[in-house]
């Protein structure tokens, strides 16, 4: 088999897939066996309620007909439906979730992702993505209010002049003041990206809703 060209070709081609095999996938199941992956509702943390009560006072109308009333079960049950808006939508097709540590991204969205970020229910399957025609959205979450994410998503360009962003109008009963069940679940769920670290932004501000028992 050594003999050809091809052959030689044929072992390195399957010995790599499976050292890929070996990296990507075994040695990051056996690290993490001993860490449960969390739910929805164990991910939601202060920031995120913060930005999810902030919904439910500038669109109060719409929050009480979507989710009702401010909780951690009523925040998971958005972050859920907004992912799979967030799917469905196809946003993936051109925003990824993954600081890579090259290129100084870092510099640019913040701290490099680490593995751990990605063990829990709203990363089951992860959104890494595969292009960039817009930013990584990792850390997006606290980079713009709430009612930006809505007229931005109710017409990209009324914020960012020249987006090529679609519009997403149906997530709105009509004007952006209004988003609808889907809209406020979309926004919620990206406000929640990076709502883990310390460097969520803003977050010296919210420290008094450290006294309240969420
Ligand atoms: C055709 C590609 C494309 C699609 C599809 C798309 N986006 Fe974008 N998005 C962009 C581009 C380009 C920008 C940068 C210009 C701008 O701010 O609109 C952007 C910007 C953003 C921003 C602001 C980032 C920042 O901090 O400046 C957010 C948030 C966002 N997109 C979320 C979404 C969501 C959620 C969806 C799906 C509902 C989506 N995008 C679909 C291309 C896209």
Not at 116 to 136: A, K, S
């Amino acid at each position: 088999m050594f003999e050809s060209k091809g052959g030689v070709l044929l072992i390195g081609g399957l010995g790599f897939f499976l050292l890929a095999f070996l990296a990507n996938g075994v040695v990051p199941i056996l690290l993490y066996r001993h860490i449960p992956e969390k739910t929805a509702e164990e991910v939601v943390n202060r920031r995120i309620l913060y930005q999810f009560e902030e919904l439910s006072r500038r669109y109060p109308e719409s929050f009480e007909a979507a989710f009702g009333e401010v909780s951690v079960q009523t925040c998971a049950e958005a972050l859920r439906l907004g992912r799979q808006v967030y799917i469905s939508e196809g946003c993936w097709h051109c925003h990824s979730q993954y600081v890579r540590p090259v290129s100084n991204e870092s510099r640019r969205w913040g701290d490099v992702s680490r593995s751990e970020e990605y063990q829990n229910e709203l990363q089951r399957p992860v959104l890494f993505g595969t292009r960039r025609v817009g930013p990584d959205l990792s850390r997006e979450g606290s980079r713009h209010s709430n009612d930006w994410h809505a007229v931005h998503f109710f017409q990209p360009t009324l914020v960012s002049p020249d987006s090529p962003m679609p519009r997403y109008q149906w997530l709105f009963d009509g004007s952006p003041d209004r988003p609808n069940r889907r809209g406020l679940a979309l926004i919620t769920y990206i406000q929640w990206l990076g709502s883990w670290l310390d460097s969520y932004p803003y977050y010296e501000d919210l420290q008094e809703l450290e006294q309240e028992d969420f």
